[in-house]
Structures are given as C-alpha cells and as structure tokens.
C-alpha cells in the first residue's frame, strides 16, 4: 500500500543544533540511551518510576495480556502528591506553579505549588461534601482558568475520575459526553471570554443536563462577582461557597497504578467520539518522563504549552507533565489573534517563557500574518519550541525556526495521540532535525512503519504507524466499549495501528504523512491529502489548504482542493495555473487537483485539524455526520 508515496529523502537537509545542547540535556546520547531501554525495557521504566513517589512499590513492572498491558503492578500512588506535596515538602514550596492571564493585562493571577496545594484541596473537600468520592465521574466544563486545572487535580485527588470537555462544545456533545460516562457532577463557569465577548457556559450545561439522569450537582464559578448569575437552589452550587469552611488538608486518596485517572473523549475527525481512559501510574509515568526528556524541562524554566487541558495536550502538558516535574507553567485564556495577532509574543517576552509547545495550524496562522508581529517582540528568551496535532511541513518548520527560534532552538516536533497519552515520536533534544519528519521513537517506545501484513516497509516507502510493544500511559479501554480498544490492537497482528500513514527514511526518522483514512486513490495511485495540501502550501501564496477526493467514473477519483491564501495574493484564473504547476513540479502530474476553489476559511476541529469529510460532504451534498468538534 501506499507505495506511491512520493518522497524526495535525498533532498531534504537537516539541520544539527550546537553540541552544548545535548551535554546539558537530561537525555543525553539518544542512540545510547535507546540501546539501554531495548537492552531491558522493564527495568528502563521502573528506573524512571523510581523518580517519583509511590505509597507502596510494585510487585512487577508490567503484564501484558495482548492486547492488555497492566502496569507497576499492585503499586499505590496518588498522582497529585507527586504534582504537588512532593514539592510543597521539599524545596519548591514556594515557587511558582501555575501564571495565568485573562485577555487583557489587568487580569492575571499566579500561584505557588503551596497556594495549589491548598486550593485542590480545598475543592477536593468540596467535591467529598458534595458525595464525590472513589470512581466517581465528575466532567469539568471550564474555560481555561486556574480552576479547571484546580477541579482536575481535586479529583485525581479524592480518586474520582474526571472527564474534562473543551468548553467551546456545545450542548449536543456535552451531552453525549456527561450520558457516556454517567457524570454526578459537573464543574463550570458562568462564562468564558473570547474576543472580548463573554461567552455563557452555564446555559449551555443547564440544556445538556436535560437528559441526564446521572448528575446530581453542578458547581459554578461565578466570574464576575459584581454581575452574579443566579443559581437554582437544590442543583446549583456556588464553586466559593463550597470552598469556604473546608480544611486546607486532604489526604491523598491511595490509588491502585491501574485505577482509571480520567476518560478524555477524542477529537473524533471521523466517526462517533470515544471514552479514552488513562489510568493513575502509568500515565503518571509516562507524562513525567516525556515532560522532563523531550523538553528538557530545568527548574528555571518558563513553560507554555498552548493547548487547553479540554485536549490530551492540555491534560499531559499544561498540567500533569509539567506540575509532576516541579515546573512554572504559563496558561491563558486569550486567543493567538485577539486583540492582534502579536498577543502571543508579547505574553513570551512579559512572562520569558523559555520552552513553547504549539500547533502548526497557529504556526501557519502567524506566517500568514507576517514576521513583523513577533519581530516587535524581544523573544530571546525562549530556548525550545514544540509542536503537535498535525504534520509539522516544511516551510512552517523553517518559519518557525527562523523567525521564532531565530536559528537557535531545537524544534521538538511530537507525534502522539490522545490514545497514546504521551509522546512517542520526536527529535530528541540535541539530535540533528530534519524538516518535514517528526523523528524516531522515544528511548522507551518501540514503533515502526509496516505493510498491511506487519512487515517493516523499506526506507521511501509508505506504510502504517504502528507501536509494537506497550507502554506505560498506554490507554487501557474505550469506556464502556472494549470492543472499539480491540480493534486498535486488531488491524496489523501484534500492533497498536495508530492509523496514520507514514513513511521512514534510512536513518529511522520517521515522516507522517496523515491519517490512513485520508487516503485518496486517483487512477490506481494512492495519494495522502496531506501530500497535496503540502506541495500547496510551500507556493507563496498558499496559507493553508485541504484537499478531498471526489469519486470520478473514469479516475475513481479526482482531487479537489480548498485554499486559503496569504495576504496580499488575489484568487484568479492565473493563480490557479500555478498552482497547478506548482504541484506538478513537485509532486507529479498524478498529484494535480482537477479543481481548486479559493476560500476564506477551512472546517476544523477545536484541535486545529482540518475536517475533510466535512469539506466532502458538503462537495457531495450529503450529511457531514457528527460534527460536535467543529470549530464555530
Ligand atoms: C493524531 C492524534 C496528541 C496531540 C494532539 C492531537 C496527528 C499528532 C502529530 C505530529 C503529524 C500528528 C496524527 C495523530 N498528529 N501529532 N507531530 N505530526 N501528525 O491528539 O486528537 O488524539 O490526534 O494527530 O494524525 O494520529 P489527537
């Protein structure tokens, strides 16, 4: 399959960061760090649990029951002793965990691990007063304010299970989100701000409860004192009022490793969403590990990941990852572009955030916007950047390095997945980067690119992504349908099929090209939208495009391909040639769109991905399906 693919190894350069970085990294040598993890991968990770704190030890490492894999077997843990007492009892009682900004200035709160400390566990008494307690499930439905990340930590704490949903899902699939896991409370706002506006949550929560018979209570964080909205009496619950009159201590509730920690439903480009559950040690090992080693995460660092913690980004690197190592960690409510696209620079340079973790569709946001933005700004304070949720290509690699990282930081492109719970793809820090390819498996993940019979494809030709051993923040099961974990395990015999298609090139790096279900086949050839949309966007006029196929009797099908184009270039017969000779000129002529249409903006999930089946269906006229995660 897939061996169309047209991948031009032998052109692309690398790019090699000083030596320095490397001799000071937490990971050092990756080939020789890798060795050892290969050489005895149980003791590798019980090695790096050994980090952390446990209540009680493991009997063994791991047992794997294809395709169930436990871990640190009849271990005890809580995860937020680790993010938070382990810190407040030694030396970081006082540093700052978490810097929040609102969208303007004047809005800002900060908080020591101490204040934290307290603050969960005040909210965890809270939730216990409420009937909160082990095994519970509790969906938090929050902007991103220093709460949410309260309200996940309060019931790690107490072992309720959270289940966090964006909050800019509107009723339907709130809906579906709280019946699915049988919430009995859920945790909001009044409202989130966005663009200046306020945006009412509690409405949206109180239509979505109509149909549920499992909640019982919903807390509500009034965020404007002056202006206080009203609560209905019996299932209301003022978020400060519950907070007041409880101790500022709570013992953190001993849970088993594989006790689940939350269920995070996906994104879901395609189908209905589904239940992901992580449980508390391996997850906790598995975001601390990958915390510390791929960003290279120092006591002195200024940590921004962009996310919202409604994503497995937020959940594993705006809190778990980063608390479990005893970071500051930047977070905000404001928006890449609101009031103007430098928002984002300037919070850089005000806080000197030193590691940023983004998504390429923002970083293609900000190219089209121009380099004048961030070159307002003194970003000399940042020292490496990261990016998730999509193929990082070529030409926005380049930007991002130039006029962001101004040639000096590491780019630390990370491929994982919400079923994934970590990272396991990247460039490890120090090692040279190639535009275009994610990298190789971390020390810890064995992965590989396969046929459809699981054998490894040779280098320049296309396969699955597939992980061929287990690892610790693994997800367990789809809630309530184990079937659908199966079928992850089902597709190539003995692997995990992460359905994305990819490519190798000799020295292992790994290029992922999309999703396997965006797959076109025109005229017997296969052809990955994300190829296409590519070669679209390294011409200069392109910001950004989707591609989908539409069924043609003579081709099977055609490409059509949506465009969106960077300021200043003018949609027109004559673009449209070049276009067209631009992906001829470096993908082939089999590569071409038969049609372009210029357009102003692209479906996408919140998460930034581009819904193509949308695009598809309304090409098609037909239903687009469940579309609860597209954006506005
Ligand atoms: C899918 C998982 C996990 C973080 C956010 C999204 C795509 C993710 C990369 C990358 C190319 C990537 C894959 C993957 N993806 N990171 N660095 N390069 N593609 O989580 O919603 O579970 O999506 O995102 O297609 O399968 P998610």
Redesign the pocket.
Known sequence: MAESFNVKLEEAKYYTPEASCKEHSWIGDYDRTYREFLANPDLFWDSVARELEWFQPWDRVKEWEYPYAKWFINAKLNITHNCLDRHVQNQRRNKVAIMWRGETEEEERILTYRQLYHAVCRFANGLSRLGVGKGDRVCIYMPLVPEQVIAMLACARIGAIHSVVFGGFGVKALNQRINGIGAKVIVTADFTYRRGKAIPLKNVVEEAVVNAPSVERIVILRRDLDKPVELHPEMEVDYYELMEGVERECPAEPMDAEDPLFVLY??G?TGTPKGIVHTCGGYMVGTYYTTKNVFDIKDSDIFWCTADPG???GHSYCVYGPLLNGATCLITEATPDYPNPGTYWDLIEEYGVTIFYTAPTAIRMFMRVGEEWPNRYNLSSLRILG??????NPEAFEWYYRTIGKDRCPIM????????GMHM?TTMIGEPMRPGF?GRPLPGVVADVVDMEGNPVPPGTGGLLVIKEPWPSMMRTIWDDDERYCNYWNTIPGCYT???LAVKDKDGYIM?I??SDDLIVVAGHNIGTAEVESALVSHEAVAEAAVIGKPDALKGNTIKAFVILRNGHKPGEKLRNDLVYHVRMTLGPIAIPSEIEFVESLPK?R?G?IMRRVLKAQEMGMDPGDISTLEE
């Open positions: 996906t994104s480009t994503w497995i980004t990016s998730v949720g999509e193929p990082l492109d990370t491929w994982w997945q919400t079923e994934t793809l994610v992460a359905a994305d992922v999309g999703r999930t998460s991905k």
